[in-house]
């Protein structure tokens, strides 16, 4: 996949080439990633790319020329019929099912982050696919938020893990929260390893951990429950579980 990233701050997306899956999946050629820096296309040789805001009130603006400048840029340099997303607190939640499909139709993508008070309507008016938002707080850029979803998309490329069943078997995959995990040794502070992780029964293993994805997902996330549904089993199940607590 083709990624161009528009940032002020080109540097930080180092982080994304050189450190563990998504640097492995660069080695691979599993992924491209041009970033453009809007202080390129400045008009003054200052570089500047911002200005006041119309009406006033606090803070700077990212202008329309150069942004739209380095969109231009961004898209050529990864070619095709690339979705341009910028990151706003004002966008739509990013979520897996978002990513999945964008990895299912989209060969190039361009990621535009903004800084400061924000970007100049008007780009985001003419070249802009989709704002999205990556939680309800507020962080200084949008070179955080890219990262965030240039690493879980580069996961979810074939070939970028070394075990691709493992992408199949996390948080938010089938609705659900993950089930809690254990590993050496068996007793940590007086605390054991449920007894059927011992058992070698990998049918009984599973049945576990479904369950326990569910009860999850129920006292952390009931949200993600609403949005799923249940099949009978399970809200038997759950209604079970619930009652056994009381
Ligand atoms: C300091 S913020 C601007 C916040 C803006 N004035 C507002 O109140 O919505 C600078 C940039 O960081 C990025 N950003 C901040 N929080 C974000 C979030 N939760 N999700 C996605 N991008 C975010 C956006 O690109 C934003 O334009």
Redesign the pocket.
């Known amino acids: 996949m083709k990624f161009a990233v528009v940032s002020l701050m080109p540097e930080m997306f180092d982080a994304i080439r050189d450190f563990g899956v998504t640097s492995r999946a660069f080695e691979r050629n599993l992924v491209s990633l041009t970033v453009v820096n809007p202080r390129t296309f400045a008009e003054d040789r200052h570089g500047t790319v911002d200005d006041r805001p119309y009406g006033g009130g606090p803070?700077m603006v990212?202008k329309a020329e150069p942004m739209l400048a380095a969109v231009a840029a961004a898209k050529s340099a990864v070619g095709g019929s690339p979705m341009v997303v910028?990151?706003?607190?004002?966008?739509k939640p990013?979520d897996q099912g978002m990513l999945a499909e964008w990895v299912e139709n989209f060969d190039e993508m361009v990621l535009?982050?903004?800084?400061?008070?924000?970007?100049d309507e008007r780009v985001i008016e003419s070249v802009v696919d989709l704002?999205?938002?990556?939680?309800?707080?507020?962080?200084?850029?949008?070179?955080?938020?890219?990262m965030m979803a240039l690493d879980a998309l580069i996961r979810l490329l074939p070939g970028a893990l070394g075990d691709e069943s493992s992408k199949n078997d996390e948080s938010f995959i089938d609705g659900l929260l993950e089930y809690p995990q254990y590993t050496r040794p068996e007793t940590v502070g007086g605390r054991g390893v449920p007894e059927v992780l011992l058992s070698g029964d990998h049918k009984a293993i599973a049945q576990w951990r479904q369950e326990q994805s569910l009860i999850v997902t129920q006292r952390m996330r009931p949200d993600l429950l609403d949005r799923r549904g249940l099949s009978d089993q399970e809200a038997r199940f759950l209604d079970t579980a619930s009652q056994k607590l009381e």
Do not use: I, K, M, N
Request: hydrophobic share 35%; aromatic share 10%; with cysteine.
């Open positions: 803070g990212l910028h990151f706003s607190p004002r966008g990013l535009l982050t903004s800084r400061y008070e924000g970007l704002e999205v938002c990556v939680g309800d707080f507020v962080v200084s850029g949008g070179e955080l938020p890219a």
